[in-house]
């Protein structure tokens, strides 16, 4: 445990509310929500002086907002805006069941509202907040961000008005049309070429020709014919058919590729997926987070693609789930064999973006899951971003070609991150790219097609 700050109470009764709620307060988030909750709020000791003394679970150097870069204040913001509408909604839940301590309700109620940015931290690039009961001018200010701001309606990009020139090209083709319609109204000039009759062949006698006597020629010998060696016909192997494209009754159980799902499961995955990162940039200057993760998110979208292609693979197919949510948080399952793909699919429902994004990690238990060297095995690697725990995607992908020749790397791209170029190319994949809702489906079928052999139905 390491310690952030003191500060002084301003009241007595404060410094006691803060005491006497924190342990409460902590043990609802360890019960209810993940773990990264229970960091969310600095533990508070009163020191012998009177002072609060705040202390954190998680380890590195704690950093006051202010000293923050602008990209990673941004990212703060938006991680505690996510967290606190998980708050929220744990206190509507717990209104609604009978029992609930009323005065839980209400210390739920006090810290989901945003906290002034001298109360925010941030140690190993997480947000740490030092709580305490909102004042009514912060609650005002609270308040006043919360409504979405009417410039945000008002810098919808106008649709654009089409070229002039369009219809001028309209115009043209339109009399093209006409000259070409009215060709065979036009008079047309006949030449009358005047046929000349050839003159009438006159009669040449030929010349006497007088015969000439030709002398007997000796029959020559000719060489008796040679038989020509008759070759047998060389004998054409077809190639081998490329196992993949085989239907499960044409190869054995052992020769099925292995697939894996890895779902980037950072917090921007969240992120809706019509935002654009210059609206994305728009609304964390305004603390617009409610537009900021409509639906439809890019989570949402990954796991119904998924789902879909899931339920296309061949039925001798086993599939295994990564899951990146944080950079010491990455979950790998044992291979889901095809009965139990319905339990696969709700494992797949249970993801939630957490924290950064940890795309070395993830690779490197991916690909402990597959043979690689005497059976084909895919890693279909679904992402929005680059790799930002400080791992080296690029260099896994490249050791684990190495080891695993039949191994291939294919990445769905997520609004044109260009963070997966390199792992693609490190295992003979490729890359595809969805920045639309319409796209995800057509993109993931695609990064898969190799792998679904046609006209089978097993």
């Known amino acids: 445990m390491i310690r952030i700050t003191r500060t002084v109470a301003h009241e007595i009764a404060q410094s006691e509310y803060l005491l006497r709620h924190y342990d409460a307060l902590h043990s609802a988030l360890v019960q209810h929500l993940p773990i990264n909750f229970s960091t969310l709020f600095a533990?508070?000791?009163?020191?012998?002086?009177?002072?609060?003394?705040?202390?954190?679970?998680?380890?590195?150097?704690?950093?006051?907002?202010?000293?923050?870069?602008?990209?990673?204040?941004?990212?703060?913001?938006?991680?505690?805006?996510?967290?606190?509408?998980?708050?929220?909604?744990?206190?509507?839940?717990?209104?609604?069941?009978?029992?609930?301590?009323?005065?839980?309700?209400?210390?739920?109620?006090?810290?989901?509202?945003?906290?002034?940015?001298?109360?925010?931290?941030?140690?190993?690039?997480q947000p740490v907040i030092l709580w305490e009961p909102m004042s009514a001018s912060a609650s005002?200010?609270?308040?006043?961000?919360?409504?979405?701001?009417?410039?945000?309606?008002?810098s919808q990009p106008e649709q654009?008005?089409?070229?002039?020139?369009?219809?001028?090209?309209?115009?043209?083709?339109?009399?093209?049309?006409?000259?070409?319609?009215l060709r065979g109204c036009l008079p047309r000039s006949h030449t009358h070429i005047a046929i000349k009759q050839p003159n009438p062949p006159v009669a040449v006698k030929p010349p006497q020709v007088k015969p000439v006597e030709q002398p007997i020629k000796q029959p020559i010998e000719q060489p008796a014919p040679t038989v020509p060696e008759v070759k047998p016909e060389a004998v054409v192997i077809p190639p081998p058919v490329d196992v993949r494209k085989r239907c499960p009754s044409q190869r054995k159980r052992n020769q099925a590729p292995e697939v894996v799902v890895v779902f980037d499961a950072s917090g921007s995955m969240s992120i809706s997926v019509d935002v654009t990162p210059q609206e994305l940039q728009y609304l964390l200057q305004r603390k617009a987070f409610e537009y900021i993760e409509r639906e439809p998110s890019r989570i949402t979208l990954a796991k119904k693609s998924a789902k879909k292609i899931i339920d296309k693979l061949p039925s001798d197919m086993n599939v295994s789930l990564v899951a990146a949510f944080d950079c010491r948080h990455v979950s790998a399952s044992l291979p889901f064999s095809p009965t139990q793909r319905p339990a696969l699919k709700r494992a797949i429902d249970r993801i939630t973006p957490d924290g950064k994004t940890p795309l070395a990690l993830a690779l490197e238990k991916a690909g402990a899951l597959v043979d690689g060297v005497n059976r084909d095995a895919i890693i279909l690697l679904i992402s929005?971003?680059?790799?930002t725990c400080g791992g080296d995607p690029c260099a896994v992908a490249r050791?684990?070609?190495?080891?695993?020749?039949?191994?291939?790397?294919?990445?769905?791209?997520?609004?044109?991150?260009?963070?997966?170029?390199?792992?693609?190319?490190?295992?003979?994949g490729k890359v595809f790219t969805a920045n639309d809702a319409n796209q995800f489906n057509q993109v993931i079928n695609q990064a898969m097609q190799d792998y679904i052999p046609e006209n089978c139905n097993e």
């Open 160 to 181: 654009k008005r089409k070229p002039r020139w369009l219809w001028w090209l309209l115009l043209l083709l339109f009399i093209l049309l006409l000259l070409w319609l």
């Open 43 to 125: 533990k508070p000791v009163k020191s012998s002086d009177g002072a609060i003394e705040w202390y954190s679970d998680l380890q590195g150097q704690p950093v006051p907002f202010a000293q923050l870069s602008a990209i990673e204040r941004d990212k703060l913001q938006a991680q505690i805006a996510r967290q606190l509408t998980v708050l929220a909604r744990l206190r509507e839940q717990l209104s609604e069941k009978e029992g609930v301590d009323s005065e839980l309700l209400t210390l739920l109620g006090k810290i989901s509202q945003f906290p002034a940015e001298e109360h925010i931290w941030s140690v190993d690039s």
């Open 140 to 154: 005002q200010n609270i308040a006043g961000s919360g409504t979405a701001s009417p410039d945000l309606v008002a």
């Open 384 to 387: 929005d971003g680059d790799e």
């Open 399 to 428: 050791a684990l070609k190495e080891n695993k020749p039949r191994l291939q790397v294919n990445v769905v791209d997520i609004m044109s991150s260009g963070a997966g170029n390199c792992i693609a190319s490190q295992t003979g």
